[in-house]
């Protein structure tokens, strides 16, 4: 019985030395190929932009629900930033990531990992709902209704309020981060 132990205990020893190992040869990659997916996620929020830098700045860094934000640049020029953001919704945290134009205009808007209710809450992630904040400027709240009559107005998905307007919260979150300090730089 002892050598049987013995012999499961090396065994598991080796075994989890070479996933050590392998853990450290592949985090660099897994790290690297994250970097490149998300550098090319923001690219299609912010086309002017031709390189992207993350910015981390204590001003930024500290907002709440504001996870990263990245300045995008064109022949030296800033043209724009990314900004991610992370509001609690109905069923958990919401990903959102906005492109904002130097000029204070969205220029893209992406829902990303969320658990909101699937088949319902998970509709804030369809262009029809998510194209209401494009091409609007940084400068007004967003407000979430039913029946938008203002120009800031974003009409909410049927049955999931509280997932709408934890988007319209992320990226109110984003434009006032832009307005007050970003634009500023």
């Given at each position: 019985?002892?050598?049987?132990?013995?012999?499961?205990?090396?065994?598991?020893?080796?075994?989890?030395?070479?996933?050590?190992?392998?853990?450290?040869?592949?985090?660099?990659?897994?790290?690297?190929r994250?970097?490149?997916?998300?550098?090319?996620?923001?690219?299609?929020?912010?086309?002017e932009?031709?390189?992207f830098?993350?910015?981390?700045?204590?001003?930024?860094?500290?907002?709440?629900?504001?996870?990263?934000?990245?300045?995008?640049?064109?022949?030296?020029?800033?043209?724009?930033?990314?900004?991610?953001?992370?509001?609690?919704?109905?069923?958990?945290?919401?990903?959102?990531?906005?492109?904002?134009?130097?000029?204070?205009?969205?220029?893209?808007?992406?829902?990303?990992d969320?658990?909101?209710?699937?088949?319902?809450?998970?509709?804030?992630?369809?262009?029809?709902?998510?194209?209401?904040?494009?091409?609007?400027?940084?400068?007004?709240?967003?407000?979430?209704?039913?029946?938008?009559?203002r120009?800031?107005?974003?009409e909410?998905?049927?049955?999931?309020?509280?997932?709408?307007?934890?988007?319209?919260?992320?990226?109110?979150?984003?434009?006032?981060?832009?307005?007050?300090?970003?634009k500023?730089?």
């Amino acid at each position: 019985m002892i050598k049987l132990g013995l012999v499961l205990l090396i065994i598991c020893a080796i075994s989890a030395f070479i996933l050590g190992v392998t853990n450290d040869y592949t985090q660099g990659i897994i790290q690297a190929r994250a970097h490149e997916e998300n550098v090319a996620a923001i690219k299609v929020l912010l086309p002017e932009a031709e390189e992207f830098e993350l910015v981390e700045d204590a001003n930024v860094t500290g907002v709440t629900d504001i996870v990263e934000v990245y300045q995008g640049t064109k022949n030296g020029e800033v043209v724009g930033y990314t900004v991610k953001s992370n509001p609690q919704g109905y069923g958990g945290r919401v990903d959102i990531l906005i492109g904002i134009s130097i000029d204070g205009i969205i220029t893209g808007a992406k829902v990303g990992d969320n658990t909101e209710t699937p088949g319902l809450g998970t509709k804030i992630a369809d262009a029809a709902f998510i194209n209401q904040f494009l091409d609007k400027a940084t400068t007004n709240e967003f407000q979430v209704t039913k029946d938008p009559q203002r120009e800031n107005d974003i009409e909410t998905v049927t049955g999931a309020t509280v997932s709408s307007e934890a988007v319209a919260r992320g990226i109110n979150r984003s434009t006032q981060l832009f307005e007050e300090v970003l634009k500023n730089r």
